[in-house]
């Protein structure tokens, strides 16, 4: 028997999840709410075994008398989004004093203010538990897990698969928490709650600062400031900190812009895939599970930056860019409103040599802005989140053995070193994913200008071949490195699976065996009218009894068993072919015929079915009954519901009708 994936939703109400618009600890108090909603799929805080070894750092009896005389150093952080957070909580554990200023808490930046979901990998994951087990199960608890499914890479316009990405052994054999998603907002909340009203100021965003040497100074937009020992600036890709140290610079535009939306519809294959990146040429499209029956989207088109699309035209946009993929990316299309559809411009920043001056250093987006290809921005922020508060700790540990100031500057330095490389890499890998994204041609003459009549012909393009052999042997390697190369240098935690997190038995079979994984499809199957020519206008739907295979012809026939689907059409024989369904698939077969039964399928590749031989097809599929066209339909599975919603009613009416 194979295990359920676990998957926890995330559709929590917005108005139960909006920070009050409040200035901490400032001159004119304001309250600040930090509510969680603690039912239905929420976050709960009852009764929770850690699953998490923790080693608690220990002084010397002599150390600790030392410490009670010192007074740990004030630390300032610019920005309070995921990175600043996750840093303040970090620094809050060890005993530094915090104080975190943001512009607005309610507005998340960057893909955040689309109120989307972002993906915490197992090496992100791991860190939050390095620094505090109970806020990391609240986030694997109030997320989606998608790296216990099949994840990778598809042909846009087939939706065949081209590479599988497996992210659960990487996990699993290190001992770590298997990748998710979760709101943006959700994950905010948890972490805002975790530091504490006290230590965030709401409504104060850094525009200056001045390092003095022993002291840095913070200025505020409305001219307060305040004094610490350091600055962090975590302010994002557009930091003022950054700046401020070393003048103002350009984010690198990637060539590409972004439209993205979340879409009420749960694929038939949720089950057994997570995420999908569509690949294209100057085009891709990516779709990921999210929990609570949404799908997140994203669709990347190569064009010139600051694009303005006309007043409730994004959809119909969306649909000429990826006129005639396959129905993965037209469904999400279909399913989602024009007013949750959002757009914007991609945007990275080359990371420097140097992150910081001073007392003064940068951390996350402010010093190394990804492109969202690997899924690793937020995750990168954490892993620097932990090593700074890591190496402001043996800075201090340091201060008490020898009796003498705290070295800030250094401590700085460390964190820097230690961060560069993998960060660099990794930033590297974002850009090269878009590349191999946006420059993948399927067949001969893609992006050939003249010669682009040549892709009519459906040749295989040489460099698909030879890019699969590629991406099979390095893409465990990459895997292996990104998700659990961080791992060894993590203290206070132990290697240790969740239970929640154990896959399907069924997986390592799915990676190898396509046939497998298509079986694993749950939905009802229609045959829907298709083509210009076609004279049908009834939807048919297929039964999947074993006994009962459907009869396909011109008259009804009571004397065979089966369920009759008439097709009044002059190439239909009175008993034309039979469709049957067998271990989870379908078969056509076609009972000679005079004008025979074709298929074409996702390939573009038209056959004749053999008489009496069954033929396997799949969802997209053409078939025809005759050779004239007048009995097309194209093979369309939607989503089995135990209980179907009128909202679900109207979603799956919307896909049939549509294709």
Same mark, same amino acid.
Not at 422 to 446: C, D, E, F, N
């Given at each position: 028997?194979?295990?359920? @994936?676990?998957?926890?939703?995330?559709?929590?109400?917005?108005?139960?999840?909006?920070?009050?618009?409040?200035?901490?600890?400032?001159?004119?108090? *304001?309250?600040?709410?930090?509510?969680?909603?603690?039912?239905?799929?929420?976050?709960?805080?009852?009764?929770?075994?850690?699953? %998490?070894?923790? *080693?608690?750092?220990?002084?010397?009896?002599?150390?600790?008398? *030392?410490?009670?005389?010192?007074?740990?150093?004030?630390?300032?952080?610019?920005?309070?989004?995921?990175?600043?957070? %996750?840093?303040?909580?970090?620094?809050?554990?060890?005993?530094? &004093?915090?104080?975190?200023?943001?512009?607005?808490?309610?507005?998340?930046?960057?893909?955040?203010?689309?109120?989307?979901?972002?993906?915490?990998?197992?090496?992100?994951?791991?860190?939050?538990?390095?620094?505090?087990?109970?806020?990391?199960?609240?986030?694997?608890?109030?997320?989606?897990?998608?790296?216990?499914?099949? !994840?990778?890479?598809?042909?846009?316009?087939?939706?065949?698969?081209?590479? *599988?990405?497996?992210?659960?052994?990487?996990?699993?054999?290190?001992?770590? @928490?298997?990748?998710?998603?979760?709101?943006?907002?959700?994950?905010?909340?948890?972490?805002?709650? #975790?530091?504490?009203?006290?230590?965030?100021?709401?409504?104060? !965003?850094?525009?200056?600062?001045?390092?003095?040497?022993?002291?840095?100074?913070?200025?505020?937009?409305?001219?307060?400031?305040?004094?610490?020992?350091?600055? %962090?600036?975590?302010?994002?890709?557009?930091?003022?900190?950054?700046?401020?140290?070393?003048?103002?610079?350009?984010?690198?535009?990637?060539?590409?812009?972004?439209?993205?939306?979340?879409?009420?519809?749960?694929?038939?294959?949720?089950?057994?895939?997570?995420?999908?990146?569509?690949?294209?040429?100057?085009?891709?499209?990516?779709?990921?599970?999210?929990?609570?029956?949404?799908?997140?989207?994203?669709?990347?088109?190569?064009?010139?930056?600051?694009?303005?699309?006309?007043?409730?035209?994004?959809?119909?946009?969306?649909?000429?860019?990826?006129?005639?993929?396959?129905? !993965?990316?037209?469904?999400?299309?279909?399913?989602?409103?024009?007013?949750?559809?959002?757009?914007?411009?991609?945007?990275?920043?080359?990371?420097?040599?140097?992150?910081?001056?001073?007392?003064?250093?940068?951390?996350?987006?402010?010093?190394?802005?990804?492109?969202?290809?690997? /899924?690793? /921005?937020?995750?990168?922020?954490?892993?620097?989140?932990?090593?700074?508060?890591?190496?402001?700790?043996?800075?201090?540990?340091?201060?008490?053995?020898?009796?003498?100031?705290?070295?800030?500057?250094?401590?700085?330095?460390?964190?820097?070193?230690?961060?560069?490389?993998?960060?660099?890499?990794?930033?590297?890998?974002?850009?090269?994913?878009?590349?191999?994204?946006?420059?993948?041609? #399927?067949?001969?003459?893609?992006?050939?200008? @003249?010669?682009?009549?040549?892709?009519?012909?459906?040749?295989?393009?040489?460099?698909?071949?030879?890019?699969?052999?590629?991406?099979?042997?390095?893409?465990?390697?990459?895997?292996?490195?990104?998700?659990? =190369?961080?791992?060894?240098?993590?203290? /206070?935690?132990?290697?240790?699976?969740?239970?929640?997190?154990?896959?399907?038995?069924?997986?390592?079979?799915?990676?190898?065996?396509?046939?497998?994984?298509?079986?694993?499809?749950?939905?009802?199957?229609?045959?829907?009218?298709?083509?210009?020519?076609?004279?049908?206008?009834?939807?048919?739907?297929?039964?999947?009894?074993?006994?009962?295979?459907?009869?396909? =012809?011109?008259?009804?026939?009571? &004397?065979? @068993?089966?369920?009759?689907?008439?097709?009044?059409?002059?190439?239909?024989?009175?008993?034309?072919?039979?469709?049957?369904?067998?271990?989870?698939?379908?078969?056509?077969?076609?009972?000679?015929?005079?004008?025979?039964?074709?298929?074409? &399928?996702?390939? /573009?590749?038209?056959?004749?079915?053999?008489?009496?031989?069954?033929?396997?097809?799949?969802?997209?599929?053409?078939?025809?009954?005759?050779?004239?066209?007048?009995?097309?339909?194209?093979?369309?599975?939607?989503?089995?519901?135990?209980?179907?919603?009128?909202?679900?009613?109207?979603?799956?009416?919307?896909?049939?009708? #549509?294709?």
């Amino acid at each position: 028997m194979g295990s359920t @994936p676990f998957c926890y939703s995330i559709n929590q109400s917005p108005s139960k999840l909006d920070f009050t618009r409040t200035h901490l600890l400032s001159p004119v108090a *304001k309250q600040f709410y930090f509510h969680l909603p603690s039912g239905g799929g929420g976050l709960r805080r009852s009764r929770r075994r850690s699953l %998490v070894g923790v *080693k608690a750092a220990t002084l010397s009896v002599e150390e600790q008398k *030392k410490t009670k005389k010192k007074k740990k150093p004030r630390v300032l952080v610019a920005g309070g989004g995921i990175g600043g957070l %996750v840093f303040a909580l970090a620094a809050k554990k060890k005993g530094f &004093d915090v104080l975190v200023f943001e512009k607005d808490l309610s507005a998340i930046r960057g893909e955040g203010q689309y109120r989307g979901p972002i993906q915490i990998q197992s090496n992100a994951l791991a860190a939050l538990e390095a620094i505090d087990v109970p806020v990391a199960e609240e986030v694997m608890e109030a997320g989606c897990i998608t790296g216990d499914r099949i !994840n990778g890479l598809v042909d846009g316009v087939s939706g065949t698969w081209y590479v *599988k990405f497996d992210t659960f052994t990487p996990a699993a054999s290190r001992g770590l @928490p298997v990748t998710r998603v979760i709101s943006r907002m959700t994950l905010q909340q948890i972490l805002a709650r #975790a530091v504490g009203e006290d230590v965030i100021r709401n409504e104060s !965003n850094v525009v200056d600062f001045k390092d003095s040497g022993n002291k840095v100074t913070v200025v505020l937009e409305n001219g307060q400031r305040y004094e610490g020992d350091l600055l %962090v600036g975590a302010d994002g890709i557009w930091s003022k900190v950054r700046s401020n140290l070393f003048g103002r610079s350009e984010a690198t535009y990637s060539g590409y812009t972004c439209y993205t939306g979340i879409a009420d519809f749960v694929p038939a294959d949720i089950e057994s895939v997570g995420y999908r990146v569509f690949l294209g040429y100057k085009q891709y499209f990516v779709s990921s599970d999210v929990g609570g029956g949404k799908m997140q989207w994203y669709a990347f088109h190569e064009e010139p930056a600051g694009g303005v699309d006309t007043p409730n035209g994004m959809k119909k946009r969306l649909f000429e860019i990826f006129e005639g993929w396959c129905d !993965n990316v037209l469904d999400l299309l279909h399913a989602t409103e024009e007013e949750a559809i959002l757009r914007r411009d991609i945007y990275d920043r080359t990371p420097s040599f140097t992150w910081g001056k001073g007392r003064v250093t940068l951390l996350g987006d402010s010093i190394h802005a990804m492109q969202p290809n690997m /899924g690793q /921005g937020g995750c990168m922020a954490i892993e620097d989140s932990y090593q700074l508060a890591l190496e402001l700790e043996e800075a201090w540990k340091q201060s008490v053995t020898t009796n003498r100031p705290i070295d800030i500057v250094s401590s700085l330095k460390r964190y820097e070193e230690s961060r560069r490389l993998r960060v660099a890499i990794i930033h590297g890998m974002a850009r090269m994913a878009a590349i191999m994204a946006s420059t993948y041609k #399927a067949y001969l003459g893609v992006g050939l200008g @003249p010669l682009s009549f040549l892709a009519k012909f459906r040749v295989p393009h040489p460099g698909i071949i030879g890019g699969r052999f590629f991406m099979d042997m390095t893409m465990p390697l990459m895997l292996d490195w990104v998700l659990g =190369g961080y791992s060894e240098k993590l203290e /206070g935690r132990s290697p240790s699976c969740r239970l929640t997190d154990k896959a399907d038995d069924r997986l390592r079979e799915w990676f190898e065996n396509d046939e497998a994984l298509e079986r694993t499809i749950n939905g009802e199957w229609y045959l829907v009218p298709y083509g210009n020519k076609c004279s049908i206008s009834e939807t048919l739907c297929l039964t999947k009894d074993e006994d009962q295979p459907c009869i396909i =012809g011109s008259e009804p026939d009571q &004397d065979i @068993p089966g369920t009759p689907i008439v097709i009044p059409s002059p190439q239909v024989s009175k008993m034309h072919a039979r469709v049957i369904y067998k271990d989870g698939a379908f078969f056509l077969m076609d009972l000679r015929s005079e004008h025979g039964t074709y298929v074409t &399928d996702n390939q /573009g590749r038209r056959y004749r079915v053999t008489p009496s031989f069954p033929a396997r097809f799949r969802p997209s599929d053409i078939i025809e009954f005759g050779s004239d066209k007048k009995a097309a339909f194209r093979v369309k599975v939607v989503r089995t519901t135990p209980k179907l919603t009128r909202r679900d009613e109207r979603s799956n009416g919307k896909l049939l009708q #549509a294709a």
